[in-house]
């Protein structure tokens, strides 16, 4: 079981209006409503910062173990397709 924590944030005044305006719409409270929000932004934010790997794909099938932070080994690679 998660523990709520009551606290106090400062938010433009346009910004409150919509949000309630779409946590009215989507049956929430306020408070879900940011709690879903947050999440949401948190779990893009782990989704991009996690490691990953790219497999360019030529005839014949995928080539493993593509660095795209290496311009020159990815720059060969499209040379040689």
Known sequence: ?????????TVDADLLNEVKRQSLQNHMT?????????????????????????????????????DITDSAALHDLMERE
């Open 1 to 9: 079981m998660t523990h709520s924590t009551r606290t106090t944030i």
């Open 30 to 66: 306020v408070s879900e409503f940011i709690q879903d929000s947050v999440r949401e932004r948190l779990a893009k934010m782990r989704q991009r910062s996690a490691p990953f790997t790219v497999r360019a794909v030529r005839t014949g099938g995928y080539q493993p173990g593509v």
